[in-house]
């Protein structure tokens, strides 16, 4: 079957830096996303990764790693808007995305 | 600016009822999509449409319809709700499919199923 695995939550601290990480095994490989959703909101896109490689976006970063079936997505210098769930999804050979539950951020100050 | 709209953002309906979900995007997006987000579970595919006049079943299709008359319009129908289609429903679309990555979503309807 097709899974994705990422922690279900995790704390940091405000300023302070975090990886939150995403492994996966899909039917194929067409891409790894990581969207942000706020509590009570709609998921935005953060970033796409399809090859090897950190793709970095700001205060937002993105690792990918298709031989181990890895990703991170790193957050420097934490806000406290940060606080959010990260979703990390994969799509497969079908082009059909496969999303992990999710990882809840808290950012304490 | 619009992007996606959705209705109603909330409702409790009873066991046994219709109920259709409205979705509206604004954006000139081919593909459209209704995922549901359960408490644990990541996003799961009900049903989507590459383009006006065609859908597709996703993961959980089941207890579910959709059509897709134009561009702009994505209503997705609970024939007879089960207290199991409690969840919220979110609405997305994409530019020419998904293999151009970035999703749009409507802000989510939740559902509730007495």
């Known amino acids: 079957g097709q899974n994705i695995d990422q922690p279900t939550e995790m704390t940091a601290t405000e300023g302070a830096i975090v990886q939150i990480n995403c492994t996966y095994q899909?039917?194929?490989?067409?891409?790894l996303f990581w969207y942000q959703q706020h509590a009570g909101e709609a998921p935005t896109f953060l970033s796409y990764n399809v090859l090897d490689g950190l793709e970095e976006k700001g205060r937002f970063s993105s690792f990918l790693s298709r031989s181990k079936g890895y990703s991170y997505l790193l957050l420097k210098e934490l806000q406290m808007k940060d606080s959010a769930s990260y979703l990390c999804a994969v799509m497969d050979s079908n082009y059909q995305l496969i999303w992990g539950a999710g990882t809840k951020l808290i950012i304490k100050p | 600016i619009a992007g996606i709209t959705q209705a109603p953002t909330s409702q409790i309906l009873a066991a046994g009822r219709r109920m259709t979900l409205r979705c509206t995007q604004d954006m000139r997006h081919n593909a459209m999509y209704w995922y549901r987000q359960d408490l644990g579970l990541g996003l799961r595919l009900i049903h989507y449409?590459?383009?006006?006049?065609?859908?597709g079943k996703g993961e959980v299709p089941d207890g579910y319809s959709v059509s897709r008359a134009n561009t702009d319009d994505f209503p997705l129908t609970l024939a007879s709700a089960v207290p199991s289609q409690t969840s919220v429903y979110f609405c997305?679309?994409?530019?020419?499919?998904?293999?151009?990555?970035?999703?749009?979503f409507g802000e989510g309807s939740r559902l509730t199923v007495l």
């Open positions: 997305a679309s994409s530019d020419s499919g998904l293999n151009t990555g970035e999703l749009f």
């Open positions: 899909t039917s194929g490989f067409n891409g």
């Open positions: 449409s590459n383009t006006a006049g065609t859908t």
